[in-house]
């Protein structure tokens, strides 16, 4: 091969890596240019133990809401707190921390 057409070849590779550097870098510039919106994040509400649940529903039997308190737990699906979904643990404590406010 002689060295005009090693040079003209070796100008053509120049010229391809030219155009796919450019085309990366435009396909870069579009991606960034462009954004999409992030959704918010919403922070996962604390997980609520057994024991918490246990410990606060004891206290408000102690102050004379045992039968509030089952009827709760009737709501939720429960004969007992044993029973009673994790998942309802949070509603509960909502609605017990109410007990006895305004009394």
Avoid: C, W
Avoid at 7 to 33: G, Y
Avoid at 41 to 61: G, N, Q, Y
Avoid at 76 to 91: E, M, R
């Amino acid at each position: 091969m002689s060295k005009v057409s090693e040079l003209d070849l070796a100008i053509k590779d120049l010229r391809s890596a030219a155009a796919t550097i450019n085309d990366v870098a435009n396909s870069l510039a579009e991606m960034f240019s462009n954004p999409a919106p992030e959704e918010p994040v919403t922070p996962e509400a604390p997980k609520v133990s057994f024991e918490t649940v246990r410990a606060i529903l004891a206290d408000k039997s102690r102050n004379g809401f045992t039968a509030q308190i089952r009827a709760l737990l009737e709501k939720y699906g429960a004969s007992k707190l044993s029973q009673l979904d994790p998942a309802h643990y949070q509603a509960v404590l909502a609605e017990v921390e109410v007990l006895g406010d305004g009394n």
